[in-house]
């Protein structure tokens, strides 16, 4: 097939266009050919655009505020003109908040400013080609881990307080943790014990004390995400799957890639009961 062709455009009045720029060059970097429409497109030239180019994606860049009316406007615009099978992809300066009010009127995603070029280059790849794998979200919460001083000192609140059904106590000596699972519906909780002074659970119980260690993510396509990720530049603390307790491949990510908080990414192998 040919190269992807994307329309970049600037609904609105706001007159900086750098950040439209920088997108546009960096999807011709990864081999697009991007169409750029220039400064205060109305929804309507950008839709005639569109079509006239015979582009794949929209992109619409917006650091004005007047998301929530030029984006949806593009969306009626093309359903008009019988072209909404040109997906629209959004991002600029737009509040988490406003982000699911865009989703819910056609717009197919939204990167915002601390959304990485490459993210937005590997997106629009999977959504032009959908014979390649999408990357689906991750299935479920797997486990919270919770780092404690000793398993046998507080298993009693999870199992008479809070009642829940103990699975099993692993020992992870490549890891220096011994491990008890707790059943909590779909998910568990994961009970991280320090094996020696060595562990990376005993400088963690050193640096922030007892409390939770890690969220751990389900996911079927660890390797696709790894790669992802590694490619958009991601910290990761493992760049290839590892053994896990649990017959589970397991990876790291750094916290410095999600406001401090640790994410464990799993995926179970055959064989095991989840
Ligand atoms: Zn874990």
Redesign the pocket.
Known sequence: MGKIRVLIAKPGLDGHDRGALVIAQALRDHGMEVIYTGLRQSPVQIVQAAIQEDVDVIGLSSLSGAHKTLFPKVINVLKEQGASDIPVVGGGVIPAEDIPYLLERGVQKIFTSGSSTEALALYIKQLVNPEKEQLKSPEKI????IAVQQIDHVISFYTDTLGLELEGVETVESEGVK?AFLKIGESRL?L?EPLDNDSPIQRFLDKKGEGI????LETEQLDERLQNMTSEGIPLINEEPKQ??HNSQ?AFIHPKAAGGVLF?L?RHTEGSEH
Request: aromatic share 0%; charged share 10%.
């Open positions: 797997a486990h919270i881990g491990t994961e991280l260690h890690h969220i751990a896990g307790a397991v464990e799993c």
